[in-house]
């Protein structure tokens, strides 16, 4: 097989699976309030945490308080202000910043690409068959 015909084979494959892991994706389910409940239930108090409301803006701060049909946020570490949030109005529940692990695996994946573009690129350069 040619390298272009290797490209022409990868891009068939790929457009179709991209394609549908946006459609699958495009259709939002509405987001029941106990199971937002438990989600931020299992995030704790004083646990940081951002979140997705119905409206699509998004809240992001520490769980100060987790009531019966609310919660409330603590927006930022020197702001007094206190934001009570309905589990109904809730939508997706999210972590306030990426793990070390997430960032390590960023990094790799960042690194593994370069290493892979750059003997690719030689290769061509040198005309070795790979």
Do not use: C, W
């Amino acid at each position: 097989m040619t390298f272009s015909r290797l490209f022409r084979f990868a891009a068939m494959l790929l457009v179709p699976a991209l394609l549908s892991n946006s459609l699958a994706f495009a259709a939002k389910k509405p987001a029941d309030p106990a199971v937002m409940k438990a989600k931020i239930q299992t995030r704790g108090v004083g646990q940081g945490v951002r979140v997705t409301l119905a409206d699509k803006t998004e809240a992001k701060g520490l769980i100060v308080a987790i009531g019966d049909q609310s919660f409330t946020l603590k927006p930022g570490k020197e702001s007094p202000d206190l934001r009570q949030i309905e589990f109904a109005q809730v939508t997706g529940v999210h972590n306030d910043h990426m793990t070390r692990g997430q960032k390590i695996g960023i990094g790799f994946g960042v690194f593994a690409a370069g290493v892979v573009i750059t003997a690719v690129v030689l290769a061509r350069a040198l005309r070795i068959p790979y």
